[in-house]
């Protein structure tokens, strides 16, 4: 019995255009994707309401509460944060989709299949991307309708989006990778346990420098924290953004810096984890 070549195979470009392969099987996978959210939109629209459900609970609930350093209005302050914050912890629903597709075998099978080897996490990473600007504009929605402005021009407010966004970008193929070498649906609760923490062990909720000195320095370098900071002087929101750090005073440079070591780091841990599956 001969093999069927990619020539043959219906809808496959010619070996002799990888690359064309690799970028249709990649949207194939972007597509089953958005096929998901169609057929089961309670999970994204129960995220998207979690989001905005998390920023009210910390303006209206805490945030009479809350002292920023250098005084001014804490609604100015929290708005960015919570965008930072949320990119962050979407790493979450990143390993819980690829642990479920791991066990249900889809990967296996997908990796059995004539297709580039690239396409399911291409897939993956694009599919996620898309829910995150959904999930990024719907949370800027909240934020203006509870009464939260940017000051700074358009084009500063629109770098304030792409550092969250490349802050998302990094934190996914984190997610990627810890979900690959996690391999269980349930091993997801335990990342759970250390990534809220660290998210909030940052310049999202609260000023460092309104935290013990010991404390305040680890939130100055959490990664988060530069986004954060980054944000809000994009968007002009810099109230409480004070202090005399290095990278506090070079947020927007770390903000860039930050996610692309992440994804230096992990990017290639994860396509090796990949490749390695059920070897």
Do not use: C
């Not at 790493?91 to 580039?116: C, H, W, Y």
């Not at 770390?254 to 490749?275: D, E, G, N, S, T």
Request: glycine share 12%; no cysteine; net charge positive.
């Amino acid at each position: 019995m001969s093999l069927q070549t990619d020539a043959t195979i219906p809808g496959k470009p010619a070996r002799g255009s990888a690359l064309t392969w690799a970028v249709v099987d990649g949207w194939t996978m972007t597509r089953r994707g958005f096929a998901h959210w169609a057929r089961q939109p309670g999970p994204q629209i129960a995220g998207l309401l979690f989001s905005v459900m998390l920023l009210t609970v910390f303006y209206y609930l805490f945030g009479g509460g809350m002292t920023i350093e250098g005084g001014g209005d804490y609604k100015e302050f929290l708005i960015p944060g919570m965008l930072a914050l949320t990119m962050a912890f979407g790493l979450e629903t990143t390993m819980t989709e690829l642990t479920q597709d791991l066990n249900k075998g889809v990967i296996d099978r997908f990796r059995s299949m004539p297709m580039a080897r690239s396409a399911v996490l291409v897939g993956r990473s694009l599919t996620d991307m898309a829910q995150s600007v959904v999930g990024l504009l719907v949370l800027i929605g909240a934020g203006l309708a509870m009464g939260w402005r940017w000051h700074g021009s358009a084009g500063a407010a629109l770098a304030a989006v792409g550092l969250l966004l490349l802050l998302r970008f990094a934190m996914l193929w984190l997610g990627i990778f810890l979900g690959l070498v996690a391999g269980r649906p349930e091993m997801v609760m335990a990342v759970q346990i250390l990534v809220w923490p660290i998210g909030f062990l940052s310049s999202a909720i609260t000023s460092p420098g309104m935290m013990p000195g010991w404390l305040g320095t680890i939130a100055e370098w959490n990664p988060m924290s530069a986004t954060a900071t980054a944000a809000r002087d994009l968007f002009g929101n810099d109230l409480g953004a004070t202090g005399g750090s290095w990278v506090v005073e070079h947020a927007v440079l770390m903000a860039a810096v930050w996610p692309v070591l992440l994804i230096a780091v992990f990017f290639p841990l994860a396509v090796r984890k990949y490749q390695r599956l059920s070897r």
